[in-house]
């Protein structure tokens, strides 16, 4: 199995950017499709966007298109979410997930096994 942790969350200004990190350990992280959700309190956890075990193909929601990106280092088993632009609408906790030979566009929370604990994202108007 592997286990994550999420960082680089934090307070950020309308249009701003952040980058967030999801660092993997045990199990060889490249046999692991990793996506990123958000949720917000009393809401179902979102899927934000997915990228396939080598890093060669991705799937984003629509409401993140052209203003996220999602990339993985399998050397050093770490995936991030680069995220421009920020609206106060992108305020949630952002989870990082792992889904051992899984499909890139799985998009539901269901079909990730693994999850790590969160990292708050806040965005001021």
């Known amino acids: 199995q592997v286990q994550l942790a999420e960082s680089g969350g934090g307070l950020v200004q309308a249009g701003g950017s952040l980058r967030l990190s999801c660092a993997a350990s045990g199990r060889t992280f490249g046999d692991y499709t990793m996506a990123w959700f958000r949720q917000a309190p009393g809401k179902e956890r979102e899927f934000v966007a997915a990228?396939?075990?080598?890093?060669?193909?991705?799937y984003y929601a629509d409401s993140v298109k052209g203003r996220f990106t999602i990339s993985r280092d399998n050397a050093k088993n770490t995936v991030y979410l680069q995220m421009n632009r920020l609206t106060p609408e992108d305020t949630d906790v952002f989870y990082c997930?792992?889904?051992?030979?899984?499909?890139?566009?799985?998009?539901?929370?269901?079909?990730?096994?693994?999850w790590g604990r969160g990292t708050q994202v806040t965005v001021s108007s």
């Open positions: 997930a792992a889904q051992l030979f899984g499909s890139t566009r799985s998009s539901y929370s269901n079909q990730y096994s693994y």
């Open positions: 990228i396939s075990r080598s890093g060669g193909s991705t």
